[in-house]
T-cell receptor, first 114, second 113 residues
Framework: KAGVTQTPRYLIKTRGQQVTLSCSPI?????VSWYQQTPGQGLQFLFE???????NKGNFPGRFSGRQFSNSRSEMNVSTLELGDSALYLC?????????????FGPGTRLTVT | AQSVTQLGSHVSVSEGALVLLRCNYS??????LFWYVQYPNQGLQLLLK??????LVKGINGFEAEFKKSETSFHLTKPSAHMSDAAEYFC???????????FGTGTKLQVIP
């Protein structure tokens, strides 16, 4: 079974631009979560989608948004990029997001904002 | 709201020595508990999980963890460290239902030859 895939793996953007990251979950998984990982803050929860609905949201500004499609693939968008948005963005999928089932992580997208 | 505390952001052990990584959580209900490992430039990989049942959980690569409800702890151990164990380890808690997973800040394990 194919794992979680994320595209692109690396991205360099300029302040003020916007970016879209993509995540394809494991087949059959309906829950997709996004995390921002930085050396100083660790893993910070962005949001979780289940069956195309945002079910949970972390404490990030409205510049961070996401969506999920009917095939469970998910995208996250960051508008008006700031230097502090430089991070590793991780996507994780699970069967239903209840906690009984573990999350499977993708390799991440390394975003650098200059 | 739940929280996870990992004592020690960096831990160093000699090859062959015991590995002990500490994790304490706060949760109003018995949670689901997880340990993940992250190697450089990779995503997180599940080591083991506790959901219900036996409190001593065995995972991959010789790791195990014990859920102690009275101490609200879920420490990760391995009897003998190997060089390949050098990585960052994350403890995570999910209180159940559809609530979000909370991760600890991570512990970087260094294995000294």
């Amino acid at each position: 079974k194919a794992g979680v895939t994320q595209t692109p793996r690396y991205l360099i953007k300029t302040r003020g631009q916007q970016v879209t990251l993509s995540c394809s979950p494991i087949s059959g998984h309906r829950s997709v979560s996004w995390y921002q990982q930085t050396p100083g803050q660790g893993l910070q929860f962005l949001f979780e989608y289940f069956s195309e609905t945002q079910r949970n949201k972390g404490n990030f500004p409205g510049r961070f948004s996401g969506r999920q499609f009917s095939n469970s693939r998910s995208e996250m968008n960051v508008s008006t990029l700031e230097l502090g948005d430089s991070a590793l963005y991780l996507c994780a999928s699970s069967l239903d997001g209840t906690g009984h089932y573990e999350q499977y992580f993708g390799p991440g997208t390394r975003l650098t904002v200059t | 709201a739940q929280s996870v505390t990992q004592l020690g952001s960096h831990v160093s052990v000699s090859e062959g020595a015991l590995v002990l990584l500490r994790c304490n959580y706060s949760s109003s209900v018995p949670p689901y508990l997880f340990w993940y490992v992250q190697y450089p430039n990779q995503g997180l990989q599940l080591l083991l999980k506790y959901t219900t049942g036996a409190t001593l959980v065995k995972g991959i690569n010789g790791f195990e963890a014990e859920f102690k409800k009275s101490e609200t702890s879920f420490h990760l151990t391995k009897p003998s460290a190997h060089m390949s164990d050098a990585a960052e380890y994350f403890c995570a808690v999910n209180p159940g239902g559809y609530q979000k997973v909370t991760f600890g800040t991570g512990t970087k394990l260094q294995v000294i030859p």
